[in-house]
């Protein structure tokens, strides 16, 4: 039974209320995301911002707290006066608590412990005559319901007053768990909770003290801003093949695991540990304990190594290194318990450890939460099924299930999408298979899937509420776009076209050398495998095309840059594919070409080379237009990967006689730096790189320094373009300069150099001379090594100046 927490009942009351006219019954809806369950409007009152009191319980605790003060931020300090004019509007907040036997005021209050993640759920209802209640059975829904009034009442604030639609609603998420980890999801907490997301997992920062004992920190902050936004920040014991930076090999070289099979490919960090040494369990179970033990932290995330390793010793091979990773930390967390026994343990599955899932998921007890991540199973945007009938199974049994999906094109490349498809059909198949947990992955961060991270947020808490045009449609309402309507036509039309665009790898991994492969090799491309895997005809390709064009003229009436360069980037990967398979149709098997078809192959390379522009200019604009540098180096990848491909296919033909009709402006790599070239005393230096085959005529030239591996980005001080005799290249005249401070890291700045060619003189050397700074990995930590990147030249072309 629940006893309501006392509270102030008012007698007085406000306006008579008006009847709501559908049109603004649809304006309100659309201001919901994620939409209520069940929600009615049927009245509204509209009073002075002045005559609003707010009744809630003072001795209720931190999360009420701060939804009295988001309220008050929202309708003005006076919610909180003393006073009760005669026109009082009340908005009351009940929750209930487990108490002795009473009659709840609000009706229907006792009936949310039935529903699933009761604890979430809430009620709001109009105050016969006197206002609206938001009521829940648990703190946190009671924020939900306070997140949703808010919702309601800010579009109709305005001149001192607000309209009230006196709505009723009753609701509760289906997924228990609603969030992400990486990108900017750590600094994205309070937006993910406007939005009703409720779960971050973080890294944290795990050592070795000098008694020997593992130590792990999470940021307090991040709990505190959790704990206030009823979101919980589950710290990440990273993947167990990749402790190197944590110095404990370097305390316990005993502890890596023995043989060629515990080494990992990815860097010479990467080695599964050898969890038969009994030290290895102990340093797993001190970092959970210290996690566990910080105030605030309800669960904790072990990652088993993410590469299919295997230490060599006798002991591990015989149970198998995922079985034994798992048990470990299945005993770390019962000897945390008894310290801290309402934390939980919940264990991240990898590609790594698929192939023993069942053997992983048989040694955990049912307590134990798993967590599904296959860097090429769950970072996957095709239309395939992502949990397979081992997980099926087991969420079946009722354990507890959470998956890892990517919400973007790819981790690896960053594009646009707004894909309403393709996120309703991910998160309707995690709420039918009876998932618990939602942690997405959306990088390098939401501002840049900003449409998809909030589709996630809709129907991992509704999947059966909105139609793909209805979120489109309030999601347009929410951003301000001039038109909601047509922005969801634009949205449904262009969502599916980018699925058969990112959901056949385009361009990830099929760019990342296989299409010029296929040409090279002069193989006959197949419809419907590969880059065109959702490509089953040529029609199909052909009615994509249309559908983007189609597309774009509806951004550019909606005047929306983000929108009108998604259109484009999608638009240039469609024309490059079809640019590709006419290409590879057209060589298949042939070493020469007649001049007729020569002519013909030169064209489409010419349409190839154009949809390639179209593609990267595309992108730059996004870039632009979301905020630059946002995407980091892997924007930086994709820009080079597209224009890559085209360069790659043209070299491919040039043996027949084509011409790439883009060379003198290709970006073309002319050298790099690594960690090696700095020294502790003498971290500035001067490189210089041959550039003379880059150099193909007179024009304005381009220089950009991308940062590509390590710890440490560099900076970049003076460019110099220089010539001399190639008999004597250390004889350099300066042709021109350019001095500014530049940055190459993970966010770039300022790294971009240009340096004007007024002629081409025959015989000499070209070479490129770079004043920049980086860092040596000299007596650094294992975590904090390297300072590697690229450079890379090109001629701008005519346009573009």
Known sequence: MFLMLPLIVSAQ??????????PEVRGWLRHLLPLPKDIAIEQKVTVPLDVIRLEADPAEGELVQAAVGELTELLGESIGAASRPDNLLTIRLERAQPMEARVLPVPGLDQLAKLPNAEQAYLITPLAGSGIAVAALDAQGLYYGCKTLQQLLRPGIADGKVTVPLAEVRDWPDLAERGEWGGSANKDIEWMAERKMNLVESHVEMSIDEAGHGVAKLDETLLERGRKHALKVVPIITHLDQLA????????????????????????????????????????????????????????????????????????????????????AVRAWELAKAKTPNVRLRILLTQGSYATNDKVLAAVPPEVGISYYDGGRTYDSSRDPMIYPLLEDYAKQGRWLGCYPQLDASWRIVCPWSGPQFIKYRMTEFVQDGLKCLCGY?????????FNVQAAAEWSWNSTGRDEHEFAAAWATREGLKDPEKAADWAVMLGPVGWDVYGSGVPYPQFFGRAAQMIAKRTAPKLGEGMFRYFPTEEHLDEDVAICAKALGLAQ?????????????????????KGIYGLATAVAGKETLTPDERKQVQGLMGDLDKASRDTVAGLQAWDAATGPGLGGGRFTDTLQVTDRTTLDIAAALASLGIVDPSGPYRTRKVGSWESADFEPDAERITKRFDVTEAILQ??????????????????????????????????????????????????????VYSLP???????????????????????????RRDCNGEVWVWMERPEDQ
Not at 565 to 573: A, D
Request: hydrophobic share 35%; net charge negative.
């Open 757 to 783: 060619l007024n002629e081409r003189a025959p015989g000499v050397k070209y070479t490129l001379v770079v004043d920049l700074k980086g860092v040596t990995s000299e007596g650094k930590p294992e975590n």
């Open 13 to 22: 009351a406000f306006a008579a209320p008006e009847p709501a006219s559908q």
């Open 442 to 450: 959306a990088t390098p961060n939401n501002r840049l899937y900003d």
């Open 557 to 577: 009436e909606l005047q929306a840059p983000t929108l009108i360069t998604e259109s484009q980037t999608i638009g240039g990967y469609v024309g490059m594919l």
């Open 698 to 751: 007179p024009g304005p030239y381009r220089v950009r320094f991308d940062y590509t591996t390590g710890w440490w980005g560099a900076t970049i001080y003076r460019v110099a373009l220089a010539t001399g005799p190639a008999d004597q290249p250390d004889q350099l005249t300066e042709l021109a300069v350019d001095e500014h401070d530049g940055t190459a890291a993970y966010v770039n700045k300022n790294n």
């Open 245 to 328: 930076g944590s110095g404990i090999y370097e305390r316990y070289p005993e502890l890596k695991g023995v043989g060629e099979s515990a080494k990992g490919k990815w860097s010479a960090d990467q080695i599964a540990p050898c969890f038969s040494q009994p030290k290895m369990p102990e340093i797993l179970a001190d970092w959970f304990a210290s996690l566990a033990s910080q105030e605030g932290v309800s669960d904790v995330c072990v990652w088993l190594s993410e590469a299919p390793l295997q230490c060599g010793c006798e002991q591990c091979q015989k149970e198998g290194q995922f079985v034994l990773e798992a048990k470990a």
